[in-house]
DNA sequence: TTGTATGCGTTATCAA
DNA sequence: TTGATAACGCATACAA
């Protein structure tokens, strides 16, 4: 491996002369310059990221902590982030975490190699030592829709005016006898927000009317006797889902036993996945709006970089996207 | 930021005999390493990892460099990479990239912060000069099923036994008019293994059975009308589609004109997506078999990584997953 | 416009 | 068992 050394010395010149021509700074003669890159290229020298952020502080890398229960979303989010700071020269160091704790620990060991931070959180406290932590080195960061209130840079997600807007639409299309299926993690606001929507529209809640489902596709279709027993005994005619995979599992589950959908029962999902508009029927759905999270988090994150601009909050709104199911 | 000045000073030893300890080396009091883990704990010191990799050439992380158009299967391989390599105490730098080009730049940028690479290919020429770069530089990398033959340490993904698999599935089942769509990247062992199983079954091939279709879910609605007349026309029984999106785009989309799956056309698609089991009819479909690539990948790379063991290449082959829609 | 020399925070050689 | 010290490859203050 070629150092800057060699190249200097290949070309008759100071290192400081090619540090210059290497990082574009002034003051190199044209000629001097053209031998330099030449002599480079030729030894087919590349700096070495590791010394050059030993001694500069930039890595030219942002780093990404997500929670092991990520979701396509998610994942998505981590593409479109990977890519824009790949077209600025940035790559990306990513690492899961299982647990809270691990998302501690994975913050504290991707933090010194990184210019900056995304972190896909789960950390279940406002005042995690990890952020503080964060703070005092002065590493910006953004956290990603985490489950409570942080006053640090945050992204959030408005599920729960969604699940609201979603009850709405089911009254309006005259549903009265609501449903919400919901998996166990990060419930409370999609609860909140169907309590809120009942509220609001005049109907009284029941605890009754809320189920708890396993994770995914599975989930959603194992719930399927537990719901249909509440569709015969309290006559639901509109379900709301924690997302689009519990909604798909129940709706062929429902369909099999010969619930008619949309006829005789709406059903919403949330995340509007992939397949939403091509199962049948369609599936209405609740989605986050607003613009893209990732292309938001790249802006500020990488302003915050490169020229120190405090990183803004934003709450991202959600919003019905209407199909055939509701 | 404490260095491990600080942590000698602190406790009135050398930083050799700091680096001793934190390293678990031997040769050290015991009452001593005590001291220098309680004064480092104290500091809150944590390693540089930079200057570590500058002396040392260790830098706990592998790299990912992934093609733009990236799979869901892709994205979750590199979610099992990430996260095996995570309980091994490996952060997982990665770049995407939009072209071959870009990908051998992203290449070079990566590998200088990385102990070893995983490499999701589109490079299309065999002897790419990045990889003969990483040989070279004595870098271990795996290339992921690669569109070309390599004769660098590389997974591979057999789908042409898949496709022909399909087709005896099929002609087995009674169908004689068989038809592949498939999108433009990546057809051609698709279509090897469809002309394969054809002839296997003795049965003429001709170019009208392959259809070209956009990507996707809409690449599959799309494709639907001339489809349809093809169905018409030619009386088309039997369907393979380049993967599960296509094929449940297309699905919908036959469906709608009255078309019944599978009583009067099987439907077989690729990948074995999430929803598959869901939707109705349920999709039978080509999954890779033979184990998790990602668990491979990662078990090659680290061994090859800390023991310096070759990383033998493997193919994993493709099967049938048998549902409703075939 | 260019060069010399120092130090970033580690690891590791050598001597004690 | 320990410590002084020299690199690792680069960026930059300072000098020329």
Chains 1, 2 share one sequence.
Request: charged fraction near 25%; hydrophobic fraction near 40%; glycine fraction near 8%.
């Amino acid at each position: 491996m070629p150092t800057i050394n060699d190249v200097a010395r290949k070309c008759g010149v100071s290192t400081r002369t090619v540090s210059r021509v290497l990082n574009d700074r002034p003051n190199v003669r044209p000629e001097v310059r053209q031998r330099v890159l030449a002599a480079a290229d030729q030894l087919g020298y590349r700096p070495d990221p590791n010394a050059r952020a030993l001694k500069s502080g930039r890595k030219q890398v942002v780093g990404i902590v997500a929670n092991s229960v990520s979701s396509d979303t998610t994942l998505h989010r981590i593409e479109v982030i990977s890519k824009l700071f790949a077209t600025s020269g940035y790559a990306v160091l990513m690492q899961f975490a299982e647990s809270p704790e691990m998302e501690e620990a994975a913050i504290h060991s991707i933090a010194p190699r990184c210019d900056g931070l995304v972190i896909f959180s789960n950390l279940h406290s406002a005042h995690a030592p990890a952020l503080l932590w964060l703070d005092s080195r002065h590493i910006p960061f953004v956290v990603v829709d985490p489950p409570v209130d942080i006053t640090f840079p945050a992204v959030h997600i408005d599920r729960r005016s969604g699940y609201r807007e979603g009850v709405r639409y089911l009254v309006q299309k005259g549903r009265r006898e609501l449903l919400l299926v919901v998996e166990s993690f990060r419930a409370s606001e999609r609860i909140a927000g169907f309590m809120e929507g009942l509220e609001r529209e005049g109907l009284r809640f029941r605890s009754s009317r809320i189920i708890h489902s396993a994770k995914g596709f599975k989930g959603g279709a194992d719930a399927a006797p537990q719901v249909l027993e509440l569709i015969k005994q309290e006559h639901i005619d509109g379900i709301l889902c924690h997302n689009d995979k519990i909604a798909l599992g129940l709706l062929g589950a429902l369909q099999k036993q010969g619930i008619a959908i949309p006829e005789q029962l709406s059903l919403i999902g949330f995340d509007d996945d992939g397949y939403d508009a091509y199962i049948n029927p369609a599936l209405t759905t609740i989605a986050q709006t607003g613009g893209d999270v990732g292309a938001f988090i790249y802006e500020q994150l990488k302003n915050a970089i490169e020229y120190g601009t405090a990183i803004e909050s934003k709450t991202f709104g959600t919003g019905l996207v209407l199909r055939a199911s509701a």
